[in-house]
């Protein structure tokens, strides 16, 4: 079945102490994405990866981190946490349409990650 | 300017009516338009892409895009109760932006 895992799926933790959101997609797709989901303010984008090794931040990028090592995983990475990144954290993956490099991404999500961070 | 604005709703219409969905976009050099469907408490679900001018149909959905006024739509004809939920407007500029949704609630 195509999907996109995330892992954990509940996490509530304390301030500072590091820690790691995984993303797995078995798509092949190349376009994978972090995005953050806050009650008002709706998914703002934290960081994408258009291929290994390719990434570079969204729309909030400030105190997360990435990586794309493999095509397949892309864990979301918070060293030092703050109670302001308690949210719902989704992951997404999708392949391009037409030859663009550019455009006509159609975007497939993961189940989410709820985060407190007391 | 918000990138993506869409009305918040609450959006109610009887069952078997039509719920007309709108959105607005700020970057003219948008490419590609997309409608999300999301229950609450779960990840959207992509439920219509639309990339040139004019109006693409998928069941009951339909997509209408004018890029000249900048602005998206959806239409769900014969809804359902089971339409209800929370749609969002994204759109693909540089980066992906996405409105914060507007709330339908289909009436049995």
């Known amino acids: 079945e195509a999907q996109v895992t995330q892992n954990p799926r509940y996490l509530i933790t304390v301030t500072g102490k590091k820690l790691t959101v995984t993303c797995s997609q078995n798509m092949n797709h190349e376009y994978m994405s972090w995005y953050r989901q806050d009650p008002g303010l709706g998914l703002r984008q934290i960081y994408y990866?258009?291929?290994?090794?390719?990434?570079d931040k969204g729309d909030v990028p400030e105190g997360y981190k990435v990586s794309r090592k493999e095509k397949r995983n892309f864990p979301l990475i918070l060293e030092s946490p703050s109670p302001n990144q308690t949210s719902l954290y989704f992951c997404a993956s999708s392949s391009r349409r037409g030859g663009a490099w550019d455009t006509n991404y159609e975007q497939y999500f993961g189940p989410g990650t709820r985060l407190t961070v007391t | 300017q918000k990138e993506v604005e869409q009305n918040s709703g609450p959006l109610s219409v009887p069952e078997g009516a039509i719920a007309s969905l709108n959105c607005t976009y700020s970057?003219?050099?948008?490419?590609?338009f997309f409608w999300y469907r999301q229950y609450s408490g779960k990840s959207p679900e992509l439920i219509m892409s639309i990339y040139s001018n004019g109006d693409k149909e998928d069941g009951r959905f339909t997509a209408q895009l004018n890029k000249a006024s900048q602005y998206v739509s959806l239409l769900i004809r014969d809804s359902q109760p089971s339409d209800s939920a929370t749609y969002l407007c994204a759109v693909n500029g540089n980066q992906f932006y996405f409105g914060t949704g507007t709330s339908l609630t289909v009436i049995p």
């Open positions: 990866s258009m291929n290994v090794e390719v990434t």
């Open positions: 970057d003219r050099g948008s490419q590609s």
